[in-house]
């Protein structure tokens, strides 16, 4: 990883169930060890990271937005 500037994996799966399993409970935590794998996360959201902080979420405008506390398909998307 630090030779090749590597930011990621693709992790495919063989195996149903177990490959994402074995990933994450033999994998992580020795490359968390070797310090190539974060060990906690920021204090935020994907969405504050692209639209700052505070907007944890989905704007008014949006029309995903008319889901918020259950769905109410009856009311036309504008």
Do not use: C, I, K, W
């Not at 979420?57 to 109410?72: I, V």
Request: charged share 30%; no cysteine.
């Amino acid at each position: 990883m630090r030779d090749t500037d590597l930011d990621g994996f693709n992790l495919r799966q063989f195996l149903t169930p177990g490959t994402a399993e074995d990933f994450v409970e033999y994998l992580v935590p020795e490359l968390q060890r070797r310090g190539l794998y974060r060990t906690e996360y920021a204090e935020s959201t994907f969405r504050e990271r692209l639209y700052g902080a505070g907007n944890t979420r989905l704007f008014d405008r949006h029309p995903g937005a008319r889901y918020r506390g259950g769905a109410h398909l009856d009311e036309p998307v504008e």
